[in-house]
C-alpha cells in the first residue's frame, strides 16, 4: 500500500492511495442494486453494509428465479444457502427529525427480526447535529463498494428514469416516487482493502468490538458488471469531525480544492447539494482566470423538508450568484435534469476533471460534508493509461448522454463538433423532452432563512447545542412544517 505515489501528482490528497485491480462506475440504482446482489451471492464469509440508512423493505429488482427481492429477505435467503457467512451492518443512529420514511429500529415492536448470524449496530458515535453518511459495502474483504447510495428505499431507478414508473413504488405505497439519479464505485484488491480498513475502525469506534471480517482473495466480481478500469490507482479521501476521541480529518475537503486547483479544461460535477463556501471560493477563482476551465454543474432542483427545502436552496442560490459574477469569460453552465417535464432527483456525489480523474462517493458539495458528517471518497486517477482515459471519457459521454437523452457516442460528436463539454451540452440541451434545462432565477433569500441555513442546516463544523439554539433563535420568523433527510 501506498502513500501518494507518481499518478497522484504533488497537491492531491488522499488518505491511502491503493493500486486496484479493477473498477467501474455504476450508473444509477438498478445497476447497483444488481452488481450488490450478484456479487453477495457470491460471498462465503462476510458482507458489511455501512450506511447513512438501510431499510429491510427495499425493492431490489433482481428478477432472479427463487431469489426474495425484498433486501431483509434476500439477506436471510444468503444465510440459509451458506452457513459460514455473517452480515454486519452499520447504520447511522438517527435523530426523530430524520425519521419519516425508516423502518423502525429492528428488534423493536414492529421491527425486522434478523437471523443470529446478522449483526446490526446503531452508529451514534457522531457529534452533536452531525450524521454518518458514509455509503459502503464490503464483501468477503476483496469486493467493495462506494459512492451515494444507501440500501433503502426510493433510491432504485432505471437510466431512463421514466415519469411515473410502477417499479419505483416502496412497499406500502400507492404512487410511485420520482426519477432518482445516483453513482457508485465498484473496486476490488488494493482500494477494497483500504475501505475494509475504514469499516473495521468505524465499526470499533461506534461498538468498542473488533469487526472480524479478514481479507480474501476470492473473485466476487459481479457477473452484472462490465469492467472499466484496469490496474488503476485508487485515491480514498475521508471526513471525520472532531471530537474528544480524534481530530478532524478534512481529506475530502482537501481533495476537492485539489482537484479544482488542478482542473486545465473542465470541471464536471453531480452533486445533491452546492452550498460549500470553502468550493465556491475555488471554483469562482478559476473562472475569473483569463484561461481557466469549464464549469459544468449538474444539481438537483428542488430539495425536500421543512428544513433543507428553503435553506439548502438559499445557499445554493448564493454560490451560484458567486460564480454568474465571476464568470467574465463565459465558462459556467450550471443545469437541472428532466424527464418529459418532471424533474429528475440528482442525488450523485461525482466530479469529473479534465478526463483524467474521477470521484464518487458521499460527500455533497456542502459545507457539512467537510466537516460535521463522516464521509468517504474515492478518486480513480488515469494517469498515462490510455485504457483509463478512455474510460474516464466514456463515463462522461455516459452521464452526460444519460441527462441530455442522446446516445453516448452523440455526446462524443458533440464534444468534437463544438471543442468544448460545455459547449457541447449547450448544443444538445432541447426545450421539452429529456433534457438538462439551466438555473435562470436567482430570488434573494431571506435574511432568516440565510441564517437558518447557516448556523443550523449546513454547519462545516460540529455545533454545541446553545450554538443551535442560537442560530434558530436568529431565524425567528421563518415558518417550518414537514421534516426531512435524504442522505
Known amino acids: 500500500m501506498a502513500t501518494k505515489t507518481s499518478l497522484f501528482r504533488p497537491g492531491v490528497n488522499c488518505q491511502r492511495v491503493a493500486r486496484t485491480r479493477r473498477a467501474s462506475l455504476l450508473i444509477d440504482g438498478e445497476a447497483y442494486f444488481r452488481a450488490f446482489a450478484h456479487a453477495a451471492l457470491r460471498a462465503r464469509s462476510s458482507i458489511v453494509l455501512v450506511g447513512w440508512d438501510f431499510h429491510t423493505q427495499t425493492r431490489l429488482h433482481l428478477n432472479l428465479g427463487g431469489v426474495p427481492d425484498l433486501l431483509g429477505d ?5 444465510l440459509g444457502r451458506n452457513r459460514r457467512l455473517k452480515i454486519f451492518i452499520l447504520a447511522w443512529d438517527y435523530p426523530p427529525v430524520f425519521g419519516r420514511g425508516r423502518e423502525r429500529p429492528m428488534g423493536s415492536d414492529g421491527g425486522w427480526r434478523p437471523d443470529a448470524r446478522i ?4 452508529d451514534s458515535n457522531c457529534p452533536f447535529g452531525a450524521a454518518l453518511h458514509q455509503k459502503i459495502v464490503v464483501i468477503d474483504g476483496a469486493l467493495a463498494f462506494c459512492g451515494g447510495m444507501d440500501l433503502t428505499n426510493s433510491r432504485w431507478d432505471t437510466p431512463a428514469h421514466l415519469p411515473g414508473n410502477p417499479k419505483r413504488t416502496n412497499v406500502g405505497d400507492i404512487e410511485p416516487y420520482g426519477p432518482m439519479h445516483d453513482t457508485m464505485l465498484v473496486v476490488d484488491s488494493g482500494a477494497a482493502h483500504a475501505l475494509l480498513d ?6 470499533r469506534a461506534a461498538t468498542r468490538h473488533r469487526l472480524p471480517v479478514l481479507t480474501s482473495n476470492r473473485d ?9 478500469f484496469r490496474d488503476v490507482e485508487v485515491g480514498v479521501a475521508r471526513t471525520l469531525p472532531a471530537s474528544r476521541r480524534q481530530e ?3 481529506e475530502v475537503e482537501r481533495l476537492y480544492l485539489d482537484m479544482i486547483a488542478g482542473a486545465r479544461r473542465y470541471i464536471y460535477i453531480e452533486n445533491q447539494y452546492f452550498t460549500a463556501r470553502v468550493l465556491g471560493d475555488a471554483l469562482a477563482a478559476r473562472l475569473a482566470e483569463a484561461h481557466g476551465p469549464e464549469v459544468i454543474l449538474v444539481l438537483r432542483l428542488s430539495s425536500n423538508g421543512w428544513l433543507e427545502a428553503p435553506t439548502m436552496s438559499a445557499l445554493r442560490t448564493l454560490l451560484l450568484k458567486k460564480l454568474r459574477d465571476a464568470d467574465v469569460h463565459g465558462r459556467l453552465r450550471a443545469w437541472f435534469p428532466t424527464v418529459h417535464g418532471e424533474c429528475c432527483d440528482v442525488h450523485s456525489k461525482l466530479m469529473l476533471v479534465d478526463d483524467e480523474w474521477l470521484r464518487v462517493g458521499s460527500a455533497n458539495f456542502a459545507s457539512r460534508s467537510m466537516g460535521l ?4 471518497d474515492l478518486v480513480i486517477a488515469a494517469g498515462r493509461s490510455p485504457q483509463a482515459r478512455e474510460a474516464l471519457i466514456r463515463a462522461r459521454n455516459a452521464l452526460l448522454g444519460e441527462h441530455l437523452g442522446v446516445a453516448p457516442t452523440d455526446f462524443q460528436q458533440a464534444v468534437a463538433a463544438t471543442g468544448s463539454v460545455g459547449a457541447a ?9 429529456r433534457t438538462l434545462r439551466p438555473f435562470k432565477h436567482f430570488d434573494e ?3 432568516a432563512v440565510l441564517a437558518l441555513a447557516q448556523g443550523v442546516t449546513d454547519p462545516d463544523r460540529p455545533v454545541s447545542l446553545d450554538e443551535l439554539i442560537a442560530g434558530l433563535g436568529r431565524a425567528t420568523g421563518l415558518c417550518l412544517g414537514e421534516p426531512a433527510g435524504s442522505g
Open 74 to 78: 434476500f439477506l436471510h435467503f444468503l
Open 119 to 122: 449483526r446490526v449496530h446503531y
Open 198 to 203: 475504514i469499516v473495521r475502525k468505524r465499526w
Open 220 to 228: 466476487v466480481w459481479p457477473e452484472s458488471v462490465a469492467v472499466d
Open 248 to 250: 478532524a480529518v478534512q
Open 373 to 376: 458528517d463522516t464521509e468517504c
Open 425 to 433: 451540452v449547450q448544443y444538445l440541451a432541447q426545450e421539452s423532452g
Open 445 to 447: 433569500p431571506s435574511t
